[in-house]
């Protein structure tokens, strides 16, 4: 989270139980997957309060490069694949489907992308203006079109997908997203993560609206 170690702590807390009853709630194994998004939300924000802890205290260099990859891990390897494989698995309708697993391919080679440059690349965070900022010397022209097919992966499946307020789920993530660029451009990881992770918490609603409509057919 993206203004102290206690913050992430707290919220990452709070998003795991929350994600930890999505995960209860869910009655469909094709929503598994989605289902559990809050829940690696919530262990993403608790690995940023070790980073916090690590760079406040100094002298904890495994513990900071463990907690900074686990983070990057989920943002940048891990989301541009689940979101969209999660939306693919509980579409109902077999050509939206079908347009899905599309997207699925661009958030995969966008994955394996940033995976190669973590993996390849130096990566230091840094405390700044009460945020953590993640630099990196991945090559500028390669970042900006992994992030553009980053964006894509992750936004435009939840408006193409038929299943019920996943359009609000959507909407809540490209205006959070809108934000963070603007205001916070410098910090987009953290404070984007941060957003989408409070923002998950809608999940439950789709789960249980999910739940629900089963119950009474």
């Known amino acids: 989270?993206?203004?102290?170690?206690?913050?992430?702590?707290?919220?990452?807390?709070?998003?795991?139980?929350?994600?930890?009853?999505?995960?209860?709630?869910?009655?469909?194994?094709?929503?598994?997957?989605?289902?559990?998004?809050p829940l690696v939300f919530?262990?993403?924000?608790?690995?940023?309060?070790?980073?916090?802890v690590a760079l406040q205290s100094?002298?904890?260099?495994?513990?900071?490069?463990?907690?900074?990859?686990?983070?990057?891990f989920a943002a940048l390897f891990l989301w541009p694949s689940m979101i969209p494989?999660?939306?693919?698995?509980?579409?109902?309708?077999?050509?939206?489907?079908k347009v899905l697993i599309a997207f699925l391919v661009i958030g995969v080679a966008?994955?394996?992308?940033?995976?190669?440059?973590l993996f390849f690349n130096q990566v230091s965070p840094e405390i700044s203006s009460h945020h953590i900022k993640y630099t990196n010397d991945f090559p500028r022209l390669l970042a900006n079109i992994a992030f553009g097919a980053y964006?894509?992966?992750t936004?435009?499946?939840?408006?193409?997908?038929?299943v019920k307020r996943m359009w609000m789920f959507g909407t809540l993530m490209a205006v959070?997203?809108?934000?963070?660029?603007?205001?916070?451009?410098?910090?987009?990881?953290?404070?984007?993560?941060?957003?989408?992770?409070l923002i998950s918490i809608v999940i439950y609603c789709i789960i249980s609206a999910g739940s629900a409509g089963k119950k009474t057919h």
């Open 42 to 52: 919530g262990v993403q924000q608790v690995s940023e309060g070790f980073v916090w």
């Open 155 to 162: 936004l435009v499946p939840l408006f193409i997908s038929g």
């Open 58 to 72: 100094g002298g904890h260099e495994l513990m900071l490069t463990i907690a900074t990859y686990v983070f990057l």
């Open 110 to 117: 966008t994955s394996l992308c940033y995976g190669s440059g």
């Open 1 to 37: 989270m993206c203004f102290s170690a206690e913050a992430s702590f707290a919220g990452g807390a709070i998003i795991t139980t929350i994600g930890v009853l999505t995960v209860r709630k869910n009655t469909d194994p094709s929503r598994r997957l989605f289902a559990a998004i």
């Open 176 to 197: 959070s997203c809108l934000i963070t660029g603007f205001f916070y451009r410098e910090f987009l990881t953290s404070v984007w993560c941060f957003f989408a992770a």
């Open 151 to 153: 964006l894509i992966a």
């Open 85 to 97: 494989l999660s939306v693919m698995l509980m579409e109902p309708s077999p050509r939206r489907r």
